[in-house]
């Protein structure tokens, strides 16, 4: 095609596709539609004219469990022995320490460590990963056995019945 007559075209589709939406008029503008997640007692957001506001309130806010949100090596939830404990190793240098000056002082780091690692298990309130895994595999393999004792037994109830109806259908009179 030449471009001379190319031109001519696209602005007469232009101006069709124009004059169409032209005669339709403007479309219904719909509402938009917020959704929130409000917690605790955090109020709604009201809704307005051009706005719907749909609330689902959720007790939980966090999602890391209450057990695990605070800190088990914050000095406040050190006894007092302890914290005496690592006032004794403060200014320490030499064998066994884990200090850039002395002899051999970078020898007692991996000693630090596994003392440190020990101090912060023996501490532990319990709420270890492992710990909580297994407590919530416990809980739901309890609901699964619960779930199948009530299913088993409804089952047998029905094929009780069933078996019931057939017996008093075996010892009915048969019409001759």
Partial sequence: MKPSILIPALAAAFALTAAASAQTGPAAVEPKINQVIVYGDQPCPLSTEDEIVVCARDSEEF????????????????AWGVRATQIEYVGRSG???????????????FNKLVQQA??????????????????????????????SDAIEARVKAEEAQKKAAKDVEKNMPQPE
């Fill in 118 to 147: 020990r101090a912060e298990r023996k501490q532990g309130d319990g709420t270890g990963s492992v710990g909580l895994i297994e407590a919530a595999r416990q809980e739901r393999l309890g609901q699964i056995d619960e779930k």
């Fill in 63 to 78: 999602r890391i469990p209450a057990k695990l949100r605070g800190n088990p090596n914050a000095p406040a939830n050190q």
């Fill in 95 to 109: 064998l066994g320490t884990c200090s850039a000056t002395g002899a051999d002082g970078a020898s007692g780091c």
